[in-house]
């Protein structure tokens, strides 16, 4: 069994020690325990389309790094932008309402909101799905056998 990116990288972080194969960074961030709660990689999606309504808080901390590596914030609005995030149930989190709201309560103005965007707009954030992809390499290569 073979697990990543998401669910699949927390339980095999609970069963690798039973054979069970973890990929990826989300299953080493669990492993290290540098992540713990399922709530990490929990995304909404729509019934009808099955589109992603909702942003995993664990996409969120990579974007908030990237900022942090490219000097966009600084480390305590990162922190906060972080804090923030946390703060909403996982069906209501996302990247956009973490910035209004953070522009709300003045902890970023309208123009780091703006530079924010800008920057991760060309930027993939998006670890579940890299994460994904090492999970389904990694299952081909039992199909290989």
Known sequence: MVGGSSMGALRASELDSFGMIGVGKI???????????????????NPITYES???????????????????IVDRDTSNALLDLAKSFFY?????????KT??????????????????????DYDLKKRDA?????????????
């Not at 325990?33 to 929990?42: I, L, R, T, Y």
């Not at 309504?53 to 000097?71: C, G, K, M, T, W």
């Open 133 to 145: 992809k090492l999970v389904v390499q990694e299952v081909v290569k039992f199909c290989d056998r």
């Open 53 to 71: 309504v909702s942003d995993p808080l664990i996409n969120i901390r990579v974007a908030l790094h990237s900022l942090l590596e490219a000097s």
């Open 27 to 45: 299953y080493a961030c669990y492993k290290e325990g540098v992540v713990e709660a399922d709530d990490e990689v929990a995304v909404a999606y």
């Open 91 to 99: 069906i209501e989190r996302s990247v956009p309402l973490v910035l």
């Open 102 to 123: 953070a522009e709300l309560r003045g902890q970023i103005d309208s123009g780091d909101r703006a530079k924010i965007e800008t920057f991760l707009a060309s930027h």
